[in-house]
């Protein structure tokens, strides 16, 4: 019996995480808006898949450059998205997202020395 609770409990391990990178449905689509650093500002593009892929996009942020960029180590936990993506930059994007009521994102990063904020709706 404890070797079949074992193999129960394995198993459904094995399954929570074979599903746990499929994007939540809330998320799945292009989100946009403002991103701000200090006097400095832009326009962000965020787009996750329904298979847990995404992309990001900015404009006027020199070191990250203007090309659509994948993101990498994206985590959905409830309400909140870690993620990152690598810019031209010496040291990736990093960053952290909020979902607020059901339609708005705002966020907080790092990227090259700079703490950059924003928030973003759904198109």
């Given at each position: 019996?404890?070797l ?23 998320y ?12 400095t ?23 990250f ?59």
């Amino acid at each position: 019996m404890l070797l079949k609770n074992i193999l129960l409990v394995w198993m459904l391990t094995i399954i929570m995480f074979a599903h746990a990178d499929d994007t939540p449905q809330k998320y799945i689509g292009t989100w946009t808006g403002a991103w701000h650093e200090g006097m400095t500002s832009g326009t962000l593009w965020l787009t996750f898949q329904p298979n847990g892929n995404g992309s990001i996009r900015f404009t006027n942020l020199a070191k990250f450059g203007t090309s659509e960029r994948s993101l990498t180590a994206i985590r959905f936990l409830g309400n909140r998205i870690n993620f990152s993506a690598n810019g031209q930059g010496v040291h990736d994007f990093v960053s952290h997202v909020f979902l607020i009521g059901g339609n708005k994102l705002r966020g907080n990063a790092e990227f090259d020395g700079l703490a950059l904020t924003y928030r973003l709706s759904k198109k």
